[in-house]
């Protein structure tokens, strides 16, 4: 029982490179979310979904796209990667809006 | 702006002890608030949840208090072991849209 699986751990950008942070869970769950962690800030939301094809922002959304095309996948795309983009991303999922969230181990990224 | 706001940073705690962490929230559309303990190189995990109509509510050594009126709510941590060295996070849910808004954290430190 794999739970909630992101790849990869460990990324190293240079800046105005692109690429996807992948997210997948086996739970059969309907809500995902993607978060940053960043000293100081906890954890802040990016993007969130209710349900395949069901996008939301969170509190962070700029420089971050999302889609859901299938239950299990949440893909985080960073188009432009920034310096400001260095962080630790969680991706979490959640049985129902009501039901405790389980995160993935975490993707550390940094950007130079 | 941070719609949960969590205090202290950082708490040293003396094996034994009680730890205590409290938090405070500006939205009165949260209808869930749990607290995730994160360990170095981990993702958070769920420790202990409350719903607004209880005011206090325990599991084992850990205790959540919950003021509505005042919109705060609290984690003690009884008799502290080193064990529990960890980040905690306070997080509050929309009862619209199911989101998860996490405070800061605190990081715990419990000396033996």
């Known amino acids: 029982n794999a739970g909630v699986t992101q790849t990869p751990k460990f990324q190293v950008l240079k800046t105005g490179q692109s690429m996807t942070l992948q997210c997948a869970q086996d739970m059969n769950h309907e809500y995902m979310s993607w978060y940053r962690q960043d000293p100081g800030m906890g954890l802040r939301l990016i993007h969130y979904?209710?349900?395949?094809?069901?996008?939301d922002q969170g509190e962070v959304p700029n420089g971050y796209n999302v889609s859901r095309s299938t239950t299990e996948d949440f893909p985080l795309r960073l188009l432009s990667a920034a310096p400001s983009q260095t962080s630790v991303y969680f991706c979490?999922?959640?049985?129902?809006?009501?039901?405790?969230?389980?995160f993935g181990q975490g993707t550390r990224l940094t950007v130079v | 702006q941070q719609q949960v706001k969590q205090s202290p940073q950082s708490l040293i705690v003396q094996k034994g002890g009680i730890s205590i962490i409290n938090c405070a929230y500006e939205?009165?559309?949260?209808?869930?608030f749990p607290w995730y303990q994160q360990f170095p190189g981990k993702g958070p995990a769920l420790l202990i949840a409350?719903?607004?109509?209880?005011s206090e509510k325990k599991e084992g050594r850990f205790t959540i208090s919950f003021n509505k009126s005042a919109k705060q709510f609290s984690l003690h941590i009884m008799d502290s072991q080193p064990g529990d060295s960890a980040t905690y996070f306070c997080a509050a849910r929309s009862s619209n849209t199911g989101k998860l808004i996490f405070g800061q954290g605190t990081t715990l430190q419990v000396k033996p």
């Open positions: 979490a999922s959640q049985g129902a809006k009501d039901t405790e969230a389980f």
């Open positions: 409350i719903r607004p109509d209880v």
């Open positions: 979904s209710v349900g395949a094809g069901i996008t």
């Open positions: 939205n009165t559309a949260f209808d869930y």
